[in-house]
């Protein structure tokens, strides 16, 4: 088997064990998720955004939006909450460490490999959440939420496209990325283009 064969063999081997570790230990990761989004949601938006809280390994939004209650005739009561999906946005978390895994290389320098790109894709799950939240406000609850927000028909179309990037392009693709960068020395090797340099640099001498 060639080299990209048998690393992609480890990977693929690894995947599932690090899926299921991640998917049943997502109930204690969500927590400091929901505690950096509650900091920073309710100060972005305070008019809107009443708090955030883990609710499994989903996370309950509580907005400063009111609606009528069904059996009274006074004025607004009741806030309107709604869960959002964070595993949605964190499935890179897995695929990474299933490629850092794989790689060969001193334990220690991939544990510390590992924690650095750890603490970069929790950024790129806070982007998701916070814009699939924003997007929530702006599309999908009534017209308060959009009053609140006063974006632009051009900044309703930038909340859309940020959405679509936090949720689509961000989590597939930035483990991939963070891990070339990192292992980017046994990529070569894996790839031969060092053998390949050799070689012409033998023929050329």
Not at 16 to 25: L, R
Request: net charge neutral; glycine share 8%; hydrophobic share 50%.
């Amino acid at each position: 088997m060639s080299p990209v064969g048998r690393f992609a063999l480890k990977v693929g081997l690894w995947l599932p064990v690090c899926y299921g570790v991640w998917y049943f230990s997502s109930i204690i990761s969500v927590i400091p998720l929901a505690s950096v989004l509650d900091m920073f949601m309710t100060w972005l938006l305070p008019n809107l955004i009443g708090g955030i809280e883990p609710a499994g390994n989903k996370l309950l939004v509580t907005t400063q939006l009111s609606v009528p209650h069904p059996d009274a005739a006074t004025t607004m009561v009741g806030l309107i909450r709604f869960e959002t999906h964070p595993l949605d946005y964190g499935y890179c978390v897995p695929l990474y460490t299933a490629l850092v895994l794989a790689s060969p290389g001193d334990h220690r320098r991939k544990v510390f490999v590992w924690l650095v790109g750890m603490a970069i894709l929790f950024v790129v799950q806070l982007f998701g959440v916070s814009t699939g939240i924003m997007k929530i406000l702006a599309f999908h609850i009534d017209g308060a939420a959009r009053e609140q927000l006063a974006f632009s028909p051009a900044g309703y179309e930038l909340l859309a496209l940020a959405f679509k990037f936090g949720y689509l392009i961000l989590p597939p693709i930035s483990p991939i990325l963070l891990w070339i960068v990192q292992f980017r020395s046994f990529l070569s090797d894996l790839t031969g283009a060092e053998s390949s340099r050799k070689r012409s640099e033998h023929y050329h001498n």
